[in-house]
């Protein structure tokens, strides 16, 4: 059912037995990337466009923070992520990834700076992935601290550089591990640099565009655009090779064969993967009361599709897979939850949306 419930943008839904209402925070805003949660209950929203805004209850989004870092705005280069430090409350830090250089040097960066007031201060870029590349796309950028306190970011294959995935001494196609001052952590798995780069953490990754931890359960999941097909949902562990491209589900988009190998001995296969693709974006994992069926299930936007999918877990691998928020008929950039439950969705495109799904009553 759908019911106008007022006009403040606000819409009234059937989600199996309940009901929902999906409310309209903020729209106009240029190709909304990311949303993180902070301590006082307002967010920040960056946007491919490079620009870092405040959202507050009950009030407008806010003007684009001054100060931030420059990036580079091509095809699918800008700003890709942004998160509060662990001890955000004491410090005021955030970290935030993008694309920087020019179409014939650029790569994925990250800054960390202290956000006072409507700007941010003590800006200062702690990592660069090397090397650097001539394509505008495929960068990665997805941040996740983990429980320890280190960072972990994604990295794109860079499109035409997809060997770079296999060779552990490239950054290009992994998962990197780091302190928050963007130097080495001494247990990373190629710390002496000898059997891989320090700050390799996994690899045989395309491009990944989720990576979350589930806060009950420590596992780290990530998610990554296929080719033509073969986007995967992989369980990342230290170490682990995940296969792009010697193995594969996709093929080019040419049509020509990426690899002959679907599954090859020393390479982690994925927990599902579609055919065809979805386009996953955001992804987060349901650990709240809010909504009850959700509890443990992961959420994951898909541009391709045009909705959220919800997949059930069991014993480690994905039993179900259902299909939410298609009503909306928009491109899903990200997905996260807040600290009450809430549902946040961003919407891609140029006029995009922040949108919070809670339930009806």
């Known amino acids: 059912m759908r019911i106008l419930f007022s006009l403040s943008l606000i819409f009234l839904y059937s989600l199996c037995t309940a009901e929902y209402k999906i ?23 960056a946007t491919r466009s490079g620009e870092l805004r405040q959202l507050r209850e009950n009030e407008a989004i806010s003007a684009p923070l ?63 992935v090397s090397p650097e590349k001539d394509t505008p796309v495929h960068y990665g950028g997805k941040l996740l601290f983990l429980s320890d306190n280190t960072l972990l970011m994604t990295t794109g294959d860079g499109f035409e550089y997809r060997e770079a995935a296999q060779d552990r001494q490239s950054q290009l196609g992994k998962v990197l591990r780091m302190n928050t001052d963007g130097t080495v952590p001494a247990d990373n798995p190629f710390a002496s640099g000898s059997d891989g780069n320090p700050y390799v953490f996994s690899y045989g990754h395309r491009n990944p565009q989720g990576l979350i931890l589930d806060p009950v359960t420590q596992t780290i999941y990530l998610h990554e655009h ?47 993967y579609w055919v065809p693709s979805i386009a996953p974006s955001g992804m987060a994992i349901y650990r709240s009361a809010l909504f009850p069926e959700w509890q443990g299930k992961l959420l994951i936007g898909a541009l391709v599709d ?6 059930t877990l069991t014993d480690g691998s994905v039993s179900q897979i259902k299909s939410l928020f298609a009503e909306l008929n928009e491109r899903i950039r990200d997905v996260r939850i807040d600290s009450e439950g809430a549902l946040y969705l961003l919407t891609d495109s140029a006029k995009g949306r922040v949108l919070r799904i809670t339930p009806a009553t």
Do not use: C
């Not at 589900?249 to 982690?268: H, W």
């Open 23 to 45: 409310e309209t925070l903020a729209d106009d805003l240029n190709y909304p990337w990311s949303i993180t949660f902070l301590p006082d209950g307002s967010s920040l929203i």
């Open 306 to 311: 045009k909705d959220v999918k919800l997949l």
């Open 66 to 128: 001054a100060n931030v870092p420059a990036t580079y705005v091509e095809s699918q280069g800008g700003f890709f992520d942004v998160i509060p430090d662990p001890l955000f409350s004491e410090n005021r830090t955030i970290y935030l990834s993008l694309a920087e250089g020019s179409k014939q040097q650029n790569g994925t960066a990250i800054y960390r700076a202290v956000l006072e007031g409507h700007e941010l201060i003590n800006v200062k870029r702690i990592f660069k």
């Open 226 to 272: 296929g080719p033509q097909g073969g986007d995967e949902l992989n369980i990342i562990q230290a170490t682990n090779n995940y296969g792009w491209p010697v193995t594969t589900f996709g093929i080019n988009y040419s049509s020509a064969l990426v690899s002959p190998l679907k599954s090859a001995e020393g390479i982690t296969p994925p927990i599902t």
